[in-house]
Nanobody
Framework: QLQLVESGGGLVQPGGSLKLSCGAS????????IGWFRQVPGKDREGVAC????????YYRESVKGRFTISRDNAKKTVYLQMDSLKAEDTGVYYC??????????????????????WGQGTQVTVSS
């Protein structure tokens, strides 16, 4: 069974950068759509980015376009989220998730997986001066 573990979170000043990693065990990630989500206490979880399909198309929520980059290294069974020009509103617990289905239209990202079957435990990102 696929298991996901996030790492790379931490405290960073506004304008700084962090690179999150989502490592897989139990299976490779090649055939999965991988999504990054974040959640702040008291608010709904929101999609941040996802990647997948035959051409590994990336999709981003509007507020992170141009600042975040999602990428995949199948040999290392890892998906990354490079986060630059971080803002206070990027603060939250970041989760990665994997779906073995297909893309569907999504109001947050444009497209996302029809279902995410596997989730990591999350990593905290705090953007503060």
């Amino acid at each position: 069974q696929l298991q996901l573990v996030e790492s790379g979170g931490g405290l960073v000043q506004p304008g700084g950068s962090l690179k999150l990693s989502c490592g897989a065990s139990g299976s490779t990630l090649e055939n999965y759509i991988i999504g990054w989500f974040r959640q702040v206490p008291g608010k709904d979880r929101e999609g941040v980015a996802c990647i997948g399909g035959s051409d590994d198309s990336p999709y981003y929520r509007e507020s992170v376009k141009g600042r975040f980059t999602i990428s995949r290294d199948n040999a290392k069974k890892t998906v990354y989220l490079q986060m630059d020009s971080l803002k206070a509103e990027d603060t939250g617990v970041y989760y990665c998730a994997a779906g073995d289905g297909y893309f569907v239209p999504d109001h947050e990202l444009g497209y996302t997986a029809n279902e995410y079957n596997y989730w990591g435990q999350g990593t905290q990102v705090t953007v503060s001066s």
